[in-house]
């Protein structure tokens, strides 16, 4: 076996209820263990963003706007309150619209990784990815979360970004 592959775990992050798949998490933190900034955007819980911050050497990033009701955010708080307290994670209290261009403005070029995690529509997806890419250095890494096991969702990852071969069931990606 790989020896990157034995420093994989994602038992944390399987316990946070969500989406992501033991296979999609463990494809996120693969990728995430030799990046130094990540940005995630629609963080939910916290499922992804664990397994993120529990494998990434610098600072995750997590960009929602915790649906404005403060239930998800207290949730989020909760199941990521030792990289918070550490500063792994950063919470971005935003919407995407808002909070990308702004990191990019502060920060420039800066991630090694976008991962677009709350695809709620095609469209959404494309804004996202238009955002998302001033804030990669060249060569990094965007991926998001696949759209085709949620049909009221419209595959609208495989639409907004041709010829990114699946990493998992769930993720697309490409470099930039």
Not at 5 to 15: C, E, F, N, P, Q
Not at 69 to 89: C, K, M, T
Not at 103 to 112: P, S
Request: aromatic share 6%.
């Amino acid at each position: 076996m790989n020896d990157d592959l034995m420093t994989i775990d994602v038992t944390r992050a399987l316990g946070i209820p969500g989406w992501m798949t033991r296979a999609d998490l463990e494809w996120l933190a693969w990728q995430a263990r030799r990046k130094a900034c990540i940005v995630e955007v629609g963080a939910c819980q916290g499922r992804s963003t664990r397994a993120l911050a529990d494998h990434c050497a610098g600072v995750v990033y997590a960009v929602d706007p915790w649906h404005g009701d403060g239930g998800s955010w207290r949730i989020f708080r909760q199941h990521l309150a030792d990289h918070l307290e550490a500063g792994r994670v950063v919470a971005v209290y935003e919407s995407s619209s808002i909070a990308l261009p702004r990191l990019a403005a502060q920060r420039g070029r800066v991630a090694d990784m976008v991962f677009l995690a709350g695809l709620p529509g095609c469209e959404s997806c494309r804004k996202d990815v238009a955002l998302a890419v001033p804030l990669l250095r060249p060569g990094g890494l965007l991926a998001g979360r696949r759209c085709d096991r949620w049909p009221h969702e419209a595959r609208a990852g495989e639409r907004c970004v041709t010829g990114s071969p699946p990493a998992s069931d769930a993720v697309w990606w490409m470099c930039v």
